[in-house]
């Protein structure tokens, strides 16, 4: 399996073009307007991250789900139950409301899409669908835009995978609310109730105040977004009727370089940890993978463009990050419990190196050093 695919799978374990440039909207706000909105999920990450969103903004929100993924999460919201899985029908009991925005939560499959935008077309002024940066072809481009190629629609549907799902989904919400979607592209998400562990891995190896392996040579860039940014944006594209599709990535309006981020780390942890960078060649020979061994590291030399896609688009909007500390201070607090208990580098978490390992190929840097 190629690099590019390794890290699609990755982003599944894991959503009007300078209209509003000169406003610099705050991240989360209260809405002049108050809307009805249905979610279609929205009780697992994501989902939560955009509900919780739209209340802060003053809309009242109706959940669509089967009432079992962490049903004690919003105990105050009305909640229509159905199971996508059971086609058409189920959205029988929605036919008889009306919502000025309907919000499709991460669907891994497009028929489920296929089945809600059918039937939901006249019950809604506004279709929103999370989507991801996985749809893109190529990888290798820099500087990927709204308008790039994405992923062939011609093969056999038995070999699609999740980029070709979330790709047909998004053919299926532009045909069927032609001028009132909005399709957001997530990249790699991560903060609270953060499923994944990567971002999480680099905050104990920096609390660790030892010496941990960096990777490459500290030139390489890294984008992910919180997810109260994804919930923000979703939030920001209600509120202002912003069509069209949008490129969801951060945690920083320019580039993040990964020397930039683990300096980052070091200061708001306060860390006495020492970085001793490898080079791609030593951790090719040693068998340390990107992405995998060393998580969300994807170097130049492999997927040039995976992490230098642009979100000029969701700039020209006014977005603004939350601060990088916020992500970090979250990942932490909802791990908290288990942070103890993780070893990496094995089975159980899938990611990393093991600590013995991971001082063997330290000392054998530093042995070359000498």
Not at 257 to 268: I, P, Y
Not at 277 to 295: C, K, M, N, R, Y
């Amino acid at each position: 399996m190629s690099n590019h695919m390794n890290r699609r799978g990755a982003i599944k374990a894991i959503a009007c073009t300078g209209l509003l440039a000169s406003i610099g909207f705050p991240s989360c706000g209260r809405s002049e307007q108050e809307l009805n909105i249905l979610v279609l999920g929205g009780t697992q990450f994501v989902g939560p991250a955009i509900v919780n969103a739209a209340l802060e903004a003053g809309h009242n929100v109706t959940l669509f789900n089967r009432g079992i993924t962490n049903p004690d999460l919003f105990p105050n919201l009305p909640l229509i139950r159905g199971d996508r899985e059971n086609g058409p029908e189920a959205y029988q009991a929605l036919l008889d409301h009306q919502w000025d925005v309907i919000i499709d939560v991460w669907p891994e499959h497009a028929h489920l899409v296929d089945h809600a935008t059918a039937v939901l077309q006249e019950q809604t002024a506004h279709y929103i669908f999370i989507s991801s940066i996985a749809v893109y072809r190529d990888f290798q481009e820099v500087g990927l835009h709204e308008e790039s190629e994405v992923v062939d629609l011609n093969l056999p549907r038995e070999e699609w995978t999740y980029p070709e799902e979330k790709a047909a989904a998004e053919e299926l919400v532009r045909e069927r609310f032609p001028d009132r979607h909005t399709i957001v592209r997530a990249g790699v998400i991560s903060g609270w109730r953060d499923p994944a562990l990567d971002l999480l891995y680099w905050c104990l190896q920096m609390n660790r105040d030892e010496a941990i392996i960096a990777p490459g040579s500290g030139e390489d860039p890294l984008q992910f977004i919180d997810v109260k940014d994804v919930g923000a944006f979703v939030a920001h594209a209600v509120d202002n009727k912003l069509t069209g599709t949008f490129n969801c990535l951060g945690p920083t309006p320019s580039a993040l370089l990964w020397r930039d981020f683990l300096a980052l780390l070091q200061e708001h942890f306060q860390s006495s940890t020492t970085l001793v960078w490898a080079s791609e060649e030593f951790l090719a020979t040693q068998g340390i993978a990107s992405f995998s061994d060393l998580p969300l590291w994807a170097p130049l030399s492999e997927d040039r463009g995976f992490m230098q896609i642009s979100n000029q688009k969701l700039l020209n909007t006014g977005f603004q990050y939350r601060p990088i500390t916020e992500t970090i201070d979250d990942c932490m607090a909802w791990h908290q419990d288990r942070i103890d208990k993780l070893e990496f580098g094995t089975e159980q978490t899938g990611l990393g190196i093991q600590r013995t390992r991971e001082l063997q190929l330290i000392d054998m840097i530093n042995a070359t050093i000498e």
